[in-house]
């Protein structure tokens, strides 16, 4: 296989060696499936307090668990999903779509660490109660992830990805509150 990018003009490809579609989301996948049987692991063997009267939903290692079975569940996705594309790459003609340029994956991850920034560093503890700085950052980052998806399709944000956006968000806020508050006994800003 060659390291040249089959989509430039001139068969010269300037860029970084190209990549078949799916085999790094295959590679990423399963590297954060095995991540999270590493926390699920950890966490099992983790002080369980009972001895102490703690109840079982305040046990130390409730949250890592749950947290190693939600990276389990992402990253098998994440893998099932490359696999899917990496077939389909490797079909013939019917494959379907390009791959996922190299650089729109870069300006992806850029966008999400800056969203992430903004909101602990700005959002977080600032005036705005949790829940709704939360949903802030939920909505935004629902319309900006989704953005490069649209203007492919050549579609605008309309009132219904809207009120998706805003309905998870405000959704998502409400829930983390409720967890964290009710059953960790945390108060959030």
């Known amino acids: 296989m060659s390291d040249r990018d089959p989509r430039a003009a ?3 490809g300037a860029g970084p060696p190209y990549e078949p579609a799916g085999r790094a989301d295959i590679r990423q996948g399963l590297g954060w499936f095995a991540l ?3 926390v699920l ?3 099992l063997k983790m002080a369980r307090l009972a001895d102490q009267g703690v109840p079982p939903y305040a046990a130390p290692g409730l949250l890592p668990g749950l947290l190693g079975i939600a ?3 992402f990253g098998g996705q994440v893998a099932l999903r490359g696999r899917r594309a990496y077939r389909r790459h490797h079909g013939g003609p019917a494959a379907g779509g390009e791959p996922q340029a190299p650089q729109l994956a870069v300006r992806r991850l850029l966008a999400v660490m800056a969203l992430c920034v903004v909101y602990a560093v700005v959002l977080i503890g600032h005036g705005l ?3 709704l700085a939360s949903a802030l950052f939920v909505s935004t980052s629902i319309l900006l992830l989704q953005a ?3 203007r492919a399709a050549g579609r605008r944000i309309d009132a219904k990805a809207l009120a998706f956006a805003v309905g998870m968000g405000v959704a998502a806020g ?3 509150t409720l967890v964290f508050q009710t059953f ?3 108060r959030l800003p």
Do not use: K, N, T, Y
């Open 148 to 150: 490069p998806q649209r």
């Open 41 to 43: 692991v950890l966490s």
């Open 71 to 73: 990276m389990m569940a």
């Open 129 to 131: 109660p949790f829940w």
């Open 174 to 176: 409400l829930i983390a």
């Open 184 to 186: 960790f006994l945390v």
């Open 10 to 12: 001139d068969g010269v």
């Open 36 to 38: 999270g049987v590493v």
